[in-house]
């Protein structure tokens, strides 16, 4: 093995390395500025603040679609979804559901994926798809029986229970 004495094939090999390492900062800044726009969509959805839920969401699905990662476009896809919920746009309320569980099926991303099925439950029960409506909110409850750490259980046994209040079967909720 020789020594390089050239400096052009050595320059060439530390402008190789320095373009790594600037790519490597930019997916930390990326992964950083995800992070943090997920954190703030938790809090924005928690406070009614929909046109921001709309803005952020949006803002997290175009650098996840740069990025091309399909965590944080799957959990964008959802924050559009519960946007579009929450201003009575239920078919592309759907859509963002149906997207993003696609998404997280393929990948795993079971929190994100009880998330969806339990706006998906919502959504149906709102359309007067009982069935539908209990279909999905099964699944969340699986997922949130099977992952505890998903802190997300109560809610699903509320809008369960919501369900079967609509539908005057108290007491098979109650079961």
Do not use: W
Not at 10 to 32: L, P, Q, T, W
Not at 151 to 162: C, D, P, Q, R, V
Request: hydrophobic share 40%.
């Amino acid at each position: 093995m020789q020594n390089c004495m050239a400096p052009f094939p050595c320059a060439k090999f530390v402008e190789s390395c320095n373009i790594v390492i600037e790519k490597r900062k930019g997916m930390e800044a990326y992964k950083e500025e995800a992070a943090t726009l997920e954190k703030q969509l938790l809090i924005l959805r928690e406070q009614g603040k929909l046109e921001e839920v709309a803005q952020t969401a949006r803002r997290l699905f175009d650098i996840a679609q740069l990025h091309q990662d399909t965590y944080y476009s799957a959990a964008a896809l959802y924050f559009q979804a519960f946007y579009e919920f929450s201003v009575g746009n239920y078919k592309a309320c759907l859509q963002s559901c149906f997207n993003s569980e696609e998404i997280s099926e393929k990948n795993e991303y079971l929190k994100i994926l009880a998330y969806v099925h339990n706006l998906q439950g919502i959504v149906y029960s709102d359309l007067g798809d009982f069935l539908t409506s209990l279909h999905y909110f099964l699944k969340a409850y699986y997922l949130t029986i099977d992952h505890p750490e998903f802190e997300y259980h109560y809610a699903i046994i509320n809008n369960l229970g919501t369900l079967f209040h609509e539908i005057d079967c108290e007491e098979k909720g109650i079961e």
